[in-house]
Nanobody, 115 residues
Framework: EVQLVESGGGLVQPGGSLRLSCATS????????MNWVRQAPGKGLEWVSY????????KYADSVKGRFTISRDNAKNTLYLQMNSLEPEDTAVYYC????????RGQGTQVTVSS
């Protein structure tokens, strides 16, 4: 059974940082590209970032480029999203997703950026 468990969300002030983690199991993590997506209140799902299975290729939505960094540890079957210079517009539930987007995703972790 594929399991994706996000963690690391919380309340942070504008300009602050958070690091999200996605612990995975039930599939060969090292063989799959991964994505982060998010859903802001009252809005649809928005793709945020992509990383290839080996971690060599990364891609970002324009809205987060230069502020967010996606990474992975294939030895730990874990995906990460380092989020810096957070803005109120980044407030959303963040999900990790397996493989090509759209794909299976976890239950999400809430990120709230507010003063």
């Amino acid at each position: 059974e594929v399991q994706l468990v996000e963690s690391g969300g919380g309340l942070v002030q504008p300009g602050g940082s958070l690091r999200l983690s996605c612990a995975t199991s039930g599939f060969s993590f090292r063989n799959y590209a991964m994505n982060w997506v998010r859903q802001a209140p009252g809005k649809g799902l928005e793709w945020v970032s992509y990383i290839s299975n080996g971690g060599v290729t990364t891609k970002y939505a324009d809205s987060v480029k230069g502020r967010f960094t996606i990474s992975r540890d294939n030895a730990k079957n874990t995906l990460y999203l380092q989020m810096n210079s957070l803005e109120p517009e980044d407030t959303a539930v963040y999900y990790c997703a397996k493989g090509s987007w759209p794909g299976p995703r976890g239950q999400g972790t809430q990120v709230t950026v507010s003063s």
